[in-house]
């Protein structure tokens, strides 16, 4: 199993981004993928996930309404959608399926 964040990058509060996380080596179809951040002195802490059976999606909550997960089966990559990014939305961000890590990827949202 591999997964790859990419995406990331320096973003002024209220802008967008959008992460990718490019897998390989299993079928989504049957399991769950999120993705993680952790920012500089915190916890690791779940963002959103993406279920393949039934299509459920879950969002913590500071980023309701703002971040949008996403699968894309022709690419077998998962997107993280950010919008109206605020400056506790910088951390390093993970994507994470079955107990499997990819390198994170970077945001920082500052002016």
């Known amino acids: 199993v591999q997964l790859q964040a990419s995406g990331g990058g320096l973003v002024q509060p209220g802008g967008s981004l959008t992460l990718s996380c490019a897998f390989s080596?299993?079928?989504?179809?049957?399991?769950?993928i999120g993705w993680f951040r952790q920012a500089p002195g915190k916890e690791r802490e779940g963002v959103a996930c993406?279920?393949?059976?039934?299509?459920?999606?879950y969002y913590t909550d500071s980023v309701k309404g703002r971040f949008t997960i996403a699968r894309d089966t022709t690419r077998n990559t998962v997107t993280l959608q950010m919008n109206r990014l605020k400056p506790e939305d910088t951390a390093v961000y993970y994507c994470?399926?079955?107990?499997?890590w990819g390198k994170g990827t970077l945001v920082t949202v500052s002016s």
């Open positions: 993406f279920h393949s059976l039934g299509g459920d999606t």
């Open positions: 080596g299993f079928t989504l179809d049957y399991y769950a």
């Open positions: 994470t399926t079955g107990g499997h």
